[in-house]
């Protein structure tokens, strides 16, 4: 069954060339050229994926996905002004699953998606569960809970997070968790796994002093320990 993509761009000749590209490479899309009814769709369970522009009339891309994600996980790729940095780190701040600047590749475009879609929705790719100091992952239903509680996490926060799972206390590298969490190689100057991380810290504490800690490892990337072993 072909994967269904919500595009939510005001650029009317963006989306149709965005649309036509995808449903050659198989996918299923629906355009949107304003942030109310993105908004109002993409809070549905009819898609798959969500690529949204940050710059759109009547609601913009950040206020479109605060509402998505108050009832929706689905994976959102979200499209920003070349050279915004500021952008992309509110955006992945929010819970966006990854950033594509404008203007971009087709291909590459297609490439991340399926990059967030395979990791959102391939029960393949994470067959274990997991458990550390009172943190819990069930791959089968993509479910996570710290201490008895549902921790509602995005795609690619959980996918980040059940990396660190596997190799508990270890150092686990940022080209690692790139590769294996987002699907892409490490890219210099991308801050998007340090936003990832910052929002499953801020996470993390909202359970308990005894919740598992992400530390960084200066130069090389991130460990999952228990709240005792920190310093």
């Given at each position: 069954?072909?994967?269904?993509?919500?595009?939510?761009?005001?650029?009317?000749?963006?989306?149709?060339?965005?649309?036509?590209?995808?449903?050659?490479?198989?996918?299923?899309?629906?355009?949107?050229?304003?942030?109310?009814?993105?908004?109002?769709?993409?809070?549905?369970?009819?898609?798959?994926?969500?690529?949204?522009?940050?710059?759109?009339?009547?609601?913009?891309?950040?206020?479109?996905?605060?509402?998505?994600?108050?009832?929706?996980?689905?994976?959102?790729?979200?499209?920003?002004?070349?050279?915004?940095?500021?952008?992309?780190?509110?955006?992945?701040?929010?819970?966006?699953?990854?950033?594509?600047?404008?203007?971009?590749?087709?291909?590459?475009?297609?490439?991340?998606?399926?990059?967030?879609?395979?990791?959102?929705?391939?029960?393949?790719?994470?067959?274990?569960?997991?458990?550390?100091?009172?943190?819990?992952?069930?791959?089968?239903?993509?479910?996570?809970?710290?201490?008895?509680?549902?921790?509602?996490?995005?795609?690619?926060?959980?996918?980040?997070?059940?990396?660190?799972?596997?190799?508990?206390?270890?150092?686990?590298?940022?080209?690692?968790?790139?590769?294996?969490?987002?699907?892409?190689?490490?890219?210099?100057?991308?801050?998007?796994?340090?936003?990832?991380?910052?929002?499953?810290?801020?996470?993390?504490?909202d359970g308990n002093p005894s919740s598992?800690?992400?530390?960084?490892?200066?130069?090389?990337?991130?460990?999952?320990i228990s709240s005792d072993e920190v310093?």
């Amino acid at each position: 069954m072909s994967q269904h993509i919500l595009i939510i761009d005001d650029d009317t000749e963006l989306c149709e060339m965005v649309s036509d590209y995808l449903t050659l490479e198989g996918f299923v899309t629906t355009s949107v050229h304003d942030g109310e009814q993105g908004a109002e769709l993409g809070g549905s369970d009819n898609f798959d994926a969500i690529v949204l522009d940050v710059m759109l009339p009547k609601l913009n891309g950040f206020d479109v996905l605060r509402r998505i994600r108050t009832s929706s996980r689905l994976p959102v790729l979200m499209l920003t002004a070349r050279g915004e940095e500021v952008d992309r780190i509110v955006g992945l701040e929010m819970g966006a699953d990854d950033y594509l600047p404008k203007p971009f590749n087709p291909r590459e475009l297609t490439a991340r998606l399926r990059a967030i879609l395979r990791r959102s929705g391939d029960p393949e790719n994470h067959q274990k569960e997991q458990e550390f100091s009172g943190l819990s992952m069930l791959p089968s239903a993509r479910r996570t809970t710290l201490n008895g509680s549902v921790l509602e996490l995005t795609s690619s926060e959980y996918n980040i997070l059940y990396t660190l799972m596997c190799r508990p206390g270890e150092v686990v590298s940022k080209e690692l968790i790139s590769s294996d969490a987002l699907g892409k190689p490490l890219a210099r100057y991308d801050r998007s796994i340090d936003m990832h991380i910052s929002h499953l810290r801020r996470k993390l504490a909202d359970g308990n002093p005894s919740s598992p800690v992400i530390e960084t490892v200066r130069g090389i990337g991130y460990q999952l320990i228990s709240s005792d072993e920190v310093n």
